[in-house]
């Protein structure tokens, strides 16, 4: 049997992480991202798909790709967290647990980016920890979908 599988999607402007406002986005690249999360995933028994885009548009139809065919979603959103209803729609369609990610604490910075449309349809949120959210998210990910049980293990 494969493991679940968990999409990983990101928003804009993630591509430039590591070189984009450090002192609030630390120095790691999404290429770093990418390889934490493969490296934890492949320890809780995930698969994952992980994925990033400037585009609205491309972010909505990948959520809705994930219905029937993903276990759940691991997402940060960025710049569409504040903005998008259609992307807070698409992932309540998908009927799947959503793990909300945020590498600093959205609720210390500008009020502005405080609301969440995002977390409306989020089982959780994990805000301020920098890209150590992610490893966290797909530890919880993994609770949700069941692969952290022990009895499991044959």
Not at 42 to 69: H, K, M, P, S, Y
């Amino acid at each position: 049997m494969s493991p679940p599988l968990v999409v990983v999607l990101n928003g804009p402007n993630l591509n430039l992480l590591g070189m984009r406002e450090p002192e609030k986005y630390g120095t790691a690249t999404l290429d770093d991202v990418e390889a934490l999360c493969a490296e934890v995933a492949e320890g809780l028994g995930l698969a994952i798909d992980f994925r990033q885009t400037n585009g609205e548009g491309e972010l909505i139809t990948w959520v809705q790709e994930c219905r029937g065919r993903a276990a759940g979603i691991v997402i940060n959103p960025a710049g569409y967290t504040t903005t998008s209803i259609g992307l807070m729609d698409a992932l309540l369609a998908v009927d799947l647990p959503v793990i909300e990610v945020h590498i600093t604490n959205i609720h210390r910075r500008e009020e502005f980016r405080q609301h969440s449309f995002v977390s409306k349809a989020a089982t959780g949120v994990i805000a301020g920890l920098g890209v150590q959210g992610y490893a966290l998210a797909l530890e919880a990910m993994a609770g949700l979908v069941g692969t952290d049980d022990p009895d499991d293990e044959a």
